[in-house]
């Protein structure tokens, strides 16, 4: 395997990447204390065997300049396949400003291709190659150096087996005609948006049975702080304060460092550039108008009866997901189930696209009484009513 160093090696590499229909990518990247993960290593692979087409780049290598990498990842004409992208994709749009594309992710085409929900790495390469993948450096400190053999041969299996499951899965794909419902799932993975995070909607994360609208000014302004002081600071959130933190000082509402003093969930933060903060947001919490209060989602109220439509929708969900062998939680989630039960016009994923055709159509039309269901030794039957 190649280790890459320098800008000039690089870009030699990613001139010879460019001449095949895909590459397989992953990275290595610390998180846990920092804002922004810390990319360290990425790893590609061309077509092909072994791992004499595939390199690290070391992206900690003094001088290194990771542009090219980022030409290739903007080449129309070749497919940039990850494992599970997101975090990948979110490094790449926010250190280089860039989305590859196009580009295929071997977990969502794994689901609809039938092998479960959100199915791991080392599972799919063992089903599709039969290959085993030995994880035991996955969570070692990839910001060390040098790397050791060991990591070495770790960081490179994830992009050589890779390539037998794209082939496997994208062929299974075109033989079943779906090649769009991937498209479809990962549009938004392709949005710039999807890696914004705007401290002003940090509030939208929070988990508060707590409905009072003065309490969610201040949780807003609270949440909006701390997001903003921990990405100027580059900290993890819960090193600013934790949500349990939060909540209780939204709660509280401390007008002083005396008040503040008295949290018993806050454990830094009782003095210096984060209380002064803590104290500024609480007072424009306090300050809000009511007509600014947070606008909180309706909450839907449950007929009679949902509760048993809802029921049947499961079994429908499980049925049709058996029988198209697609993973159910990615045709519906029990959000979207109970959406259909108890609202006259949902408005939810699972009435869109191909998931319509695959169980949103009989999922209304079960709504509607036009259908009902069977229980049987061979499984569940649908069956039609007559009027």
């Keep these: 395997m ?57 992206t900690l290598a003094q001088g290194i300049d990771l542009a090219p990498l980022y030409t290739l990842f903007q080449d129309q004409n070749v497919v940039k396949v990850f494992h599970a992208a997101r975090q990948d994709l979110e490094i790449f749009a926010v250190e280089g400003g860039v989305i590859p594309t196009p580009f295929f992710d071997t977990q969502v085409a794994a689901m609809v291709c039938g092998f479960g929900e959100q199915v791991g790495y080392d599972t799919l390469v063992r089903k599709v190659t039969g290959a085993h993948i030995d994880k035991s450096s996955r969570f070692t400190d990839w910001s060390r150096r040098p790397l050791s053999d060991k990591q070495k041969t770790y960081a490179i299996g994830d992009v050589t087996h890779l390539r037998g499951v794209y082939e496997a899965l994208s062929a299974q794909l075109k033989e079943q ?35 009072n609208g003065r309490f969610m000014a201040v949780a807003r302004e609270l949440a909006e702080f701390r997001e903003s002081y921990a990405q100027t600071k580059n900290l993890p959130r819960p090193r600013v304060y934790k949500d349990d933190a939060l909540l209780e ?42 007509e600014d209060f947070p606008a909180l989602p309706a909450r839907k109220e449950r007929q009679q009866g949902n509760e048993a439509l809802s029921d049947l929708l499961r079994v429908l969900l499980k049925a049709k997901a058996a029988q198209a062998g697609v993973a159910a939680k990615l045709i519906a989630t029990a959000a979207d189930l109970d959406a259909i039960a108890t609202e006259e016009s949902p408005d939810v994923h699972a009435l869109t696209g191909w998931r319509f055709q695959v169980f949103g159509q009989d999922a209304l039309r079960l709504k509607a009484g036009e259908i009902a269901l069977s229980a049987g030794p061979k499984g569940v039957k649908i069956f039609e009513l007559t009027p």
């Design 249 to 290: 000082l939204a709660a509280s509402k401390p007008k002083n460092l005396h008040d503040l003093s008295k949290s018993r969930m806050l454990r830094e933060g009782r003095k210096g550039p984060i209380a002064e903060g803590i104290l500024a947001a609480v007072e424009r919490g306090m300050a809000c108008k009511p």
């Design 177 to 211: 005609d779906r090649e769009s419902w991937v498209a479809e799932e990962l549009a938004v993975l392709m949005n710039p948006d999807t890696y914004i995070i705007r401290p002003e909607d940090a509030w939208k994360r929070l988990k508060t049975r707590n409905s």
């Design 2 to 58: 190649r280790v890459i160093t320098t800008s000039q090696a690089l870009a030699e590499f990613c001139t010879e990447c460019a001449a095949h229909p895909y590459v397989t990518v992953d990275t290595e990247f610390l998180r846990e204390r920092t804002y922004y993960a810390k990319l360290c290593l990425v790893q590609v692979a061309m077509p092909g065997e072994g791992d004499a087409n595939a390199a690290l780049i070391d």
